[in-house]
Nanobody
């Protein structure tokens, strides 16, 4: 079992920045992929960005150049730096961990943190 705890959400004006953090209860080297997803009201959950256990990153097209995912292997945390925020970025942001266990992949989710961008 992996616990994920997000922090850093809040209210910000359009054009502003926020930094989200996700703390994992285990070494992130044991986690195949860690990522951030978001879900806006009435919409499906979507990938924001991900980082593998060897540091490869991936971003959704609309986040490229504005969001940066990073990790701190000493603290077992993954952060999401969000810049130039727009009202469309308002959503609950979830931390995700994907691990391979006994030949299959298992997903773990954090509780989510609300990000609200006011225009």
């Amino acid at each position: 079992q992996v616990q994920l705890v997000e922090s850093g959400g809040g209210l910000v004006q359009a054009g502003g920045s926020l930094r989200l953090s996700c703390a994992a209860s285990t070494s992130i080297f044991t986690i195949n992929v860690m990522g951030w997803y978001r879900q806006a009201p009435g919409k499906q959950r979507e990938l924001v960005a991900s980082i593998t256990n060897i540091g490869n990153t991936n971003y959704a097209d609309s986040m490229k150049g504005r969001f940066t995912i990073s990790r701190d292997t000493a603290k077992n945390t993954v952060a999401l730096e969000m810049n130039s925020l727009q009202s469309e970025d308002t959503a609950v942001y979830y931390c995700n961990a994907l691990l391979r266990r006994s030949g299959t992949y298992v997903n773990y989710w954090g509780q989510g943190t609300q990000v609200t961008v006011s225009s």
